[in-house]
């Protein structure tokens, strides 16, 4: 017994030595696992989007051998929609902050993809006592998360008093100015506006009817973000019949599909005629809908979202190559233009997380340098954020949907 006794003595001698030389067992035993997630709605309209901004990022990972730097690094999934609702959720975006939280492995969150979810879970994140905790979007544009929008905006979402909240799409003070610019440009001069009364819908729709005032469109709706719809509403054959009344050359949807858009475009074409008779517009809410895109009332239908298209992304280099793999990957393309932005936030996430030393708090530390070059992004876009949180670009794109499918019409780069 005393022999075994000093045989296991000496091997723990020499596995003592073994790890002060950094021999490959030791180095092995010291690789630290970081968790980044993604928080975005899995249910109803969103979830075909959702999944595929989820295979980006589980794809991203891949090729980097789920590496970020010396970080070996787990992907996990939060759902911040209910099958009730069909939608995000406030409670569920409420308890979701919570489990960011607790999660200690969890170094930042990608998402959300709606800007009310991120009112909810920003402010949680940024009072962490490790952190605060960082979330990258690829999809918010209210502005209110980042600027003085509406009364408290910003402040009241960062009680730290530091910004841990970062977005790779820029914001819908940028885009309601590009649509109503561009509604002027297709000889519209006088528009109805709708919203979906969220915060996304009021904002955007908002951002429209200040630009088209100024620019002298004639806005026929009360309001300064123009008249909300009621999602819960069976139709809306009653809302387009007033509409009618005002005879609007266009219809503006400040709004996100999710919120029964279906029928509200349906009804708009039943009372008011197809988009060529009264044109009929919508924010990138309505964008990454394949079960838009399938109405036969969506044709002719203009959109605009807060990037590049995807068609609008450079031909080489990574941008065109991550397509080329994607699909080899999944067997077809991405959803829409924010799945692969997707890819961009969680870009930002590991480049920070490389070079930090593995606590939320330095994470949070090198996201304010994070400058990838345009050659290494996905969108094919430097990805780099002002002071603020916010792209420093501000690209807005224009879509018409033809033959059920989101094709470019032309880049707005707006200053």
């Known amino acids: 017994m005393k022999k075994n006794h000093k045989a296991i003595a000496a091997l723990g001698v020499v596995t003592l030595a073994m790890s002060i030389m950094g021999s490959p067992i030791a180095q092995s035993a010291s690789v630290v696992t970081l968790t980044v997630s993604s ?47 069909g939608s995000w959720d406030d409670a569920q975006c409420a308890s979701n902050a919570q489990a960011h939280v607790a999660n200690r492995t969890e170094m930042a969150v990608m998402g959300t993809y709606n800007s009310g979810c991120a009112k909810i879970i920003v402010p949680v994140l940024n009072q962490d006592p490790k952190g605060p905790m960082v979330m990258v979007s690829n999809a918010n544009t209210n502005p209110g998360l980042t600027k003085a929008w509406n009364p408290g905006e910003p402040t009241k979402y960062y009680p730290t008093g530091f910004r841990n909240y970062f977005r790779v ?30 915060t996304y819908g009021q904002g955007v729709a908002q951002a429209f009817t200040t630009e088209a005032n100024k620019i002298g469109l004639k806005v026929l709706s009360d309001g300064t973000a123009g008249e909300g719809w ?30 029964n858009g279906g029928q509200l475009v349906k009804d708009k074409v039943k009372v008011l005629g197809d988009n060529k008779t009264v044109k009929l517009m919508a924010p990138d809410g309505f964008t990454g809908y394949p079960d838009f895109l399938a109405l036969p009332e969506a044709d002719g239908a203009y959109l605009s979202f807060t990037g590049l298209s995807i068609d609008l ?23 829409s233009s924010f799945s692969v932005y997707g890819g961009a936030a969680m870009q930002a996430i590991l480049d920070a997380i490389s070079r930090s030393n593995g606590t939320r708090k330095d994470v949070f530390q090198k996201m304010k340098s994070v400058n990838i070059p345009a050659a290494k992004s996905v969108v094919g876009t430097a990805i780099k ?12 794109t224009i879509l018409v949907v033809k033959n059920n499918t989101e094709t470019t019409l032309k880049k707005i780069s707006v200053k």
Not at 74 to 81: G, H
Not at 321 to 333: I, M, R, S, T, V
Request: proline residues 4%.
């Open 39 to 85: 928080d975005l709605p899995l249910q109803g309209g969103s979830a075909d989007q959702s999944e595929s901004t989820n295979n980006v990022i589980k794809l991203l990972l891949k090729q980097m051998g789920n590496k970020a730097g010396k970080y070996k690094i787990k992907f996990k999934i939060y759902d911040d929609s209910t099958a009730a609702k």
């Open 169 to 198: 799409v820029t914001t819908d003070d940028f885009q309601g100015s590009a649509a109503a610019q561009f509604a002027k440009s297709q000889g519209v001069k006088s528009v109805y506006v709708l919203n979906d009364t969220q």
């Open 230 to 259: 009621d999602a819960k509403q069976p139709n809306y054959e009653a809302l387009f019949t007033k509409i009618k009344a005002t005879n609007p050359d266009m219809v503006y949807i400040g709004g996100i599909f999710d919120l």
């Open 313 to 335: 992304f450079p031909k080489n280099g990574k941008a065109a190559q991550f397509q080329k793999d994607y699909f080899k990957e999944y067997g077809k393309a991405p959803t």
């Open 385 to 396: 954020f002002d002071d603020a949180g916010d792209t420093v670009y501000h690209d807005i």
